[in-house]
């Protein structure tokens, strides 16, 4: 459980230290990233519960960073959840955008995590 929550920390500072991420069509290549989309993929379909968990924590320090970046006016945009999404609902939703763009698991988890969930909860402002 100790390298999930550091793997969570690392996944928020990583986004928070980018600035505000280009929207690309599916992710956004870049060096030096920790995870991969194909290694945060790996733990999110995982039998084992605790990469499960990895995978969730991953996906919610990602959400954390926007959310902190948009509720403070660091980056233009924000996300728009409903109240009381659960870890399921964004694992549920990073999945199937990862379905469908198979090739940007091989760029940063945080990128293609970020356009995922953009893509379904951004605000409409």
Not at 65 to 77: N, R
Request: charged content about 20%; hydrophobic content about 40%; overall charge negative.
């Amino acid at each position: 459980m100790r390298h999930s929550v550091v793997s969570a920390l690392l996944a928020s500072a990583a986004l928070a230290l980018a600035g505000p991420a280009a929207a690309a069509p599916d992710s956004t290549p870049s060096s030096g990233v920790f995870k991969t989309g194909q290694e945060v993929h790996d733990l999110c379909v995982s039998k084992d519960d605790a990469d499960v968990s990895a995978c969730d924590y991953f996906i919610m320090a990602v959400h954390d960073a926007i959310k902190l970046y948009g509720d403070t006016k660091m980056a233009d945009s924000n996300l728009c959840p409903p109240e009381g999404v659960t870890a399921l609902e964004l694992r549920n939703t990073v999945l199937a955008y990862w379905n469908g763009r198979t090739t940007s698991l091989k760029y940063s988890a945080v990128s293609s995590i970020r356009n995922a969930l953009f893509q379904k909860y951004g605000c409409s402002e």
